[in-house]
């Protein structure tokens, strides 16, 4: 059967990175054909059912910030919204909200199904076309074709995935969907270099089985802001998650069981996520530790299943259910959906340039776990980074690439792409050398103006993002305003402050690690009607002035490399003085700039001075 539908773009996949990709090219004018290989599986949560998280909520901020539909979905989904580390500075602050699964998939399929420039279709890519070394179209598994100018492959964990539970194993995708059995072999016919990695998830077990007064609630936190930045409301929403631990006896039936442990008898050979190790894992490399936490979480106000984080696990369901039952509040627990693992096929994601385009297909570009990172955040962040230049590849237009000091979303696709990943990629604020300037309050004023000039800003957004900006600098030409000890001492003797014998401004009182832009606010009549998260956020960038002018220093210093572009024609096998691995690395990798190439593992200091003579002489 042969369809010669023509679009300007197809997206396949339409989980996290899918829906993105295909948003942000509809959004831009471009008639998008989605296609998946279920329509029940649109933004499916197959794991925690929860959005955000340590530097993941940075992320869903930035996507937000550019234009993206993460954030909004999240924030019309929660059960529970929380801001971690909030006992650390505001550069590690991030938005944690547990989700309605289940709310979260349908209002995004809503979404995706409302917009004009999408057509969805249920099916089974088999074959990417391509003509002269640049895509051309797709072939499905039931022998439908179509053309197209660009594709954005977002697969998931679907290529080839196997669930494995005990001596268990069936061929199919996570949550009982269906696996793509036919991409993988078009993309090694591509000369795409295919890795298996894996993940896994906890068992889902009944509400009514489980004694909570014998687990601490968790509950969520109040008056913070959401994750979309055109959402004034604060969430109402507050199920509790609830918190309980292993003990010596779990410990116990899992050593006594590891033996039937796929991950540890060798029927499990691909590589996991070593931050997110399995609890038999855990037990077994942690033998110190007594006791593990585990939290209860639920997964939708339509349904009685619990989400038992902290328990990911592919031991049999004998064991699984013997060790579930050990745990205190679990004694009668009846587990609904058993814990697995799943293996699947992703791609070498060096293969990829940093707008995530094949380096030798024009127009193919890869986002989310295909690429061999993990995480609904990752996945989306990309998916929005390749539909965007997936849209400009077509348009002939300038691509968007955010640098390592920009955004948590230039740090993730430049380690991908210029680092590579030897397991399953997670975020995390350690991997971002900027990330004081790179806190999550200050999305909007990093991406935002990004967002406009690519066009998926629109103009509601747009006025909101400039009145904040009047609204820092008016706040800021009133923090400068200096004030007598007479006026400010008491409020200072009513915190505990010494009060000094000269005026100080808001600025320095600010300054002080005891004061808040909150107790300037109650205390002050000049800012009682201040803006109490703009005033937060710039309160943030004046008590950390002068560690941000030294790394806005380091910043200067890395755009000189970032600057320093590198022709893409060299043959770096030809530079005298490179060392064998480096001119291998580079010339595989094919760097952008100096700034790119300092970076790439193998390459030492030493390669970048010869590199840099060498182009100096060019």
Do not use: W
């Amino acid at each position: 059967m042969i369809n010669n539908s023509f679009y300007d773009a197809i997206v396949v996949g339409a989980g996290h990175s899918g829906v993105e990709a295909s948003l942000a090219l509809a959004r831009l004018n471009k008639k998008v054909l989605l296609v998946t290989l279920s329509l029940d599986s649109i933004s499916f949560m197959a794991c925690n059912p929860n959005i955000g998280g340590t530097a993941k909520g940075h992320l869903v901020r930035e996507i937000d910030a550019l234009g993206g539909e993460m954030g909004i979905t999240a924030d019309k989904s929660l059960l529970q919204l929380r801001m971690l580390n909030l006992s650390k500075g505001t550069a590690v602050h991030s938005l944690r909200g547990q989700e309605d699964k289940t709310s979260y998939h349908l209002n995004m399929k809503k979404t995706i199904e409302n917009e004009n420039n999408i057509t969805l279709l249920q099916g089974e890519v088999a074959e990417i076309l391509t003509k002269n070394n640049a895509v051309c179209g797709i072939k499905t598994a039931m022998g439908s074709t179509y053309r197209c100018n660009a594709i954005v492959i977002c697969s998931g964990v679907y290529l080839n995935a196997n669930i494995v539970i005990g001596e268990y194993r069936k061929d199919e995708g996570p949550s009982g969907f269906s696996r793509s059995d036919k991409l993988t072999k078009s993309l090694i016919d591509l000369g795409i270099n295919i890795r298996r990695f894996k993940t896994g998830t906890p068992a889902r077990v009944d509400k009514n089985t489980i004694d909570f007064s014998k687990m601490i609630p968790q509950f969520g936190d109040k008056n913070i802001y959401s994750f979309s930045f055109i959402n004034d409301d604060y969430n109402s929403m507050d199920i509790p998650c609830y918190l309980t631990y292993t003990n010596e006896k779990t410990h116990k039936i899992i050593r006594d069981n590891i033996h039937r442990s796929p991950l540890y008898n060798g029927s499990i050979k691909s590589v996991g996520p070593r931050y997110c190790p399995s609890i038999e894992d855990k037990v077994m490399r942690f033998a110190d530790k007594d006791r593990h936490q585990i939290f209860i979480e639920p997964e939708s106000i339509f349904t009685n299943e619990m989400y038992v984080q902290g328990m990911s696990s592919s031991l049999p369901i004998d064991v699984q259910l013997d060790m579930y039952r050990s745990i205190e509040g679990l004694e009668n627990v009846n587990i609904m959906r058993y814990a697995y693992a799943i293996e699947y096929d992703c791609i070498d994601s060096m293969q990829l340039d940093l707008t995530l385009m094949v380096k030798h297909i024009g127009g193919l570009f890869m986002a989310g776990q295909i690429n061999g990172s993990s995480g609904y955040e990752e996945a989306a962040a990309q998916g929005l980074i390749a539909g965007i230049n997936a849209n400009q590849y077509i348009d002939n237009k300038k691509p968007l690439i955010l640098s390592r000091d920009e955004a948590y979303i230039g740090v993730l696709i430049d380690d991908l792409v210029t680092k590579g990943t030897n397991e399953p990629y997670r975020m995390m604020t350690a991997r971002a050398e900027f990330r004081l300037n790179l806190r999550q309050e200050n999305a909007d004023i990093r991406l935002t103006e990004y967002g406009r000039q690519i066009g998926l800003v629109n103009d509601e957004r747009y006025a909101k993002f400039k009145d904040k900006i009047s609204k820092i600098e008016y706040y800021n030409t009133i923090l400068n305003t200096n004030l007598s000890p007479k006026i400010y001492g008491r409020f200072f003797e009513s915190i505990g402050e010494s009060i000094p014998n000269c005026s100080l401004s808001y600025k320095d009182m600010l300054k002080r690690s005891n004061i808040t832009s909150d107790n300037l606010i109650d205390n002050f009549e000049e800012l009682k009607n201040f803006d109490r998260r703009i005033m937060a956020e710039v309160a943030s960038t004046i008590k950390y002035e002068g560690y941000l002018n030294k790394q806005n220093a380091s910043i200067k210093e890395l755009q000189k490399l970032e600057n320093k572009l590198i022709p893409d024609d060299i043959d770096y096998s030809q530079i005298d003085g490179l060392r064998l691995e480096a001119r291998q690395k580079l010339n595989k990798i094919k760097p952008l700039n100096l700034g790119q190439a300092s970076r790439i593992s193998g390459v030492s200091p030493a390669d970048i001075t010869v590199l840099m003579i060498y182009l100096f002489k060019k």
